[in-house]
């Protein structure tokens, strides 16, 4: 195994990397990203996915989804764009194809619901609500790619409650919200989730952006606009992380261009209790198994002995009121 | 569990024609595990730009001496900073992917057909067959079409020729071999199983030419890539029917009857 090196056992100096959100039992704080790991399975061959803190799948919707006609990416520096329109199998395929192996991991699941209407998005909370191995729900209300629903959901604190709302009604699961960046105050629908009941925010999704074919003299995508991710995102991911955190209590996921274990960091002490690792999965299989080593060694180098990661989120705060 | 991913030696790194450059690299086990038709994603950088890695399909493996041949056209800043990495230097490599052309068929007559850099995969595809042939000991009447822009950007056809293919060649321009394209030159053969890779338009003009005469033929595929294993959904292609595939998972070989140019 080529993960020796970064096993947590080695040191007597005891750092604690486990973590609770909204009642899931996480033994770090590296999550992946939905839309970035597929359900598991397709990266089996290139990391021991057991080491993950939880892993989000991609985006379900009620009725299975073809998707949007390629090109669904394209490369942009320091990032990329993607429209690739939530194609899934849809919920009932799921459970049949895609959970068994999700069932043998030893990690918390957290499954990502889309839909196109409030009724939607709780009915595929309800027929979740008694599959067996699964520790949460993540409400997609933040896809920049689908004609309908999606991130319309996420720019308007009254939508935002109300989807929130009718998830709770259909599960007793954990809700955690999925918030889109393409807003003037997303701390307004951060406060809107968490008044309908959400656990915990997780935030940001991609930001809203295009390319133009200078040669066809026509954009890219055929949908026109796309979701920017990757590391030209991560200042306006960690800003929107801080603003949350000043806005509501429950536990915040960050997510934004991680790239490394310094950049998990940065959203760490900027109010995040856990970071889920998204395009960097493309580039590098192991990146989320080389930013919990860094985040250990981080602890143990900067912080005195029996240091917890929950005593250092949301850090940089105070520093800023001083 | 083995993973796929690995960090292989660069063995040798060489300009073969305009702007097209062979990669040999050392890496005992992508190289035992490779098939035809398969690709590696490569990242070509260390740094983050450009940010996702690119795949380039294996041209040839020997599992003897644990190498992989990769040849590539230089096309933008990823590929230009493969074309300038060292014998003796290391590069971070995923792969073998993809599924591969399927060689079972019991047939006599194969075709193989390649546009530009498209004729990488077939390259390997037609040594693996040549192996074949020679240990059933069948006589069978393979024929290689290799188009090309012009004369200085061709490459592989002495290694088609010494595996003892009869080769037919074109250029765009007519500065080697038949002017036009490789399925001008098809056009008077019938064949049992037809392997292509290459531009779309061509592989367009393929299609029809084998539904035309109910031939089965597979093509292997180039579409932009993210992850490369079927994980973000990126490289999607349109079949006939059952929707969407992905390029890099489900491909990048399918059978050529079902896709939709």
């Known amino acids: ?322 | 569990m083995a993973k796929l991913r690995f960090f292989a030696d660069i063995v040798m790194n060489r300009e073969i024609a305009m702007d097209i450059f062979h990669m040999k690299l050392y890496c005992p086990m992508a190289a035992k595990l490779a098939i035809p038709g398969q690709f590696l994603h490569m990242r070509c950088s260390d740094t983050l730009s450009p940010l996702l890695r690119r795949p380039i399909s294996i041209a040839n493996a020997d599992e003897r001496d644990g190498t992989l041949d990769i040849i590539y056209r230089v096309v933008g800043e990823g590929t230009r900073l493969l074309s300038a990495k060292k014998t003796g230097e290391s590069i971070d490599i995923m792969g073998p992917l993809g599924n591969g052309y399927p060689i079972d068929q019991k047939v006599n007559r194969i075709a193989i057909i390649g546009g530009g850099i498209g004729t990488c995969p077939l390259m390997f595809l037609a040594k693996k067959l040549a192996t074949k042939n020679s240990k059933s000991g069948n006589l069978v009447k393979h024929s290689v079409f290799l188009g090309f822009k012009t004369a200085k950007q061709s490459f592989g056809i002495e290694f088609f020729q010494s595996l003892g293919y009869d080769v037919h060649i074109s250029t765009d321009d007519g500065s080697l071999g038949f002017k036009g394209f490789p399925t001008d030159l098809i056009q008077d053969y019938i064949f049992d199983v037809i392997y292509a890779c290459g531009p779309k338009p061509l592989l367009a003009i393929m299609q029809a030419y084998a539904v035309r005469h109910n031939i089965m033929s597979f093509v292997s595929l180039e579409e932009r890539m993210a992850c490369g294993i079927g994980a973000c959904l990126g490289c999607a292609v349109k079949m006939k029917s059952d929707g969407y595939k992905k390029v890099c998972k489900d491909g990048p070989v399918f059978e050529l009857s079902k896709v939709i140019f």
């Not at chain 1, 909370?125 to 999606?150: F, H, M, T, W, Y």
């Not at chain 1, 143990?300 to 850090?315: A, W």
């Open chain 1, 1 to 322: 195994m080529n993960n020796d090196r970064i096993s947590c056992k080695q040191n007597t100096h005891k750092t604690d990397l486990s973590l609770e959100i909204a009642g899931i039992a996480m033994k770090n704080p590296v999550m992946v990203a939905s839309g970035t790991f597929g359900f598991g399975r397709e990266y089996s061959e290139f990391i021991d996915i057991n080491n993950l803190g939880a892993i989000v799948t991609k985006g379900l919707t009620f009725l299975p989804k073809e998707g949007n006609p390629p090109p669904r990416t394209y490369e942009t520096p320091g990032g990329m764009l993607n429209s690739v329109g939530l194609e899934n199998p849809g919920v009932e395929n799921f459970i049949k194809k895609e959970m068994p192996y999700l069932n043998s991991l030893s990690i918390p699941v957290i499954v990502n619901i889309d839909g196109d209407t409030v009724n939607e998005y709780y009915k595929i909370a309800k027929r979740l609500d008694n599959v067996k191995n699964i520790s949460a729900l993540e409400i997609n209300i933040s896809c920049p790619n689908v004609k309908q629903g999606g991130m319309a959901f996420g720019q308007d604190p009254q939508n935002a409650y109300e989807v929130v709302k009718a998830v709770k009604e259909g599960t007793n699961l954990p809700i955690i919200v999925k918030l889109s960046p393409n807003v003037t105050k997303v701390e307004k629908i951060a406060e809107a989730a968490v008044s309908a009941g959400a656990d915990a925010i997780s935030l940001i999704n991609t930001l809203l952006g295009m390319a133009i074919d200078i040669y066809e003299k026509k954009p890219v995508f055929y949908r026109t606009f796309a979701g920017l991710s990757g590391p030209a995102v991560k200042p306006v991911a960690l800003r929107m992380v801080w603003q949350v955190y000043d806005a509501v209590d429950v536990p915040i996921i960050g997510m934004g261009g991680i790239f490394t274990w310094q950049d998990a960091i940065e959203f760490i002490l900027a109010g995040a209790s856990a970071v889920a690792v998204g395009t960097a999965n493309f580039v590098e299989p192991q990146a989320p198994e080389k930013i919990v080593a860094g985040i250990e060694h981080y602890l143990k180098e900067q912080f005195e002995e029996n240091i917890r990661l929950n005593d250092i989120i949301g850090l940089a705060h105070k520093a800023n009121i001083d």
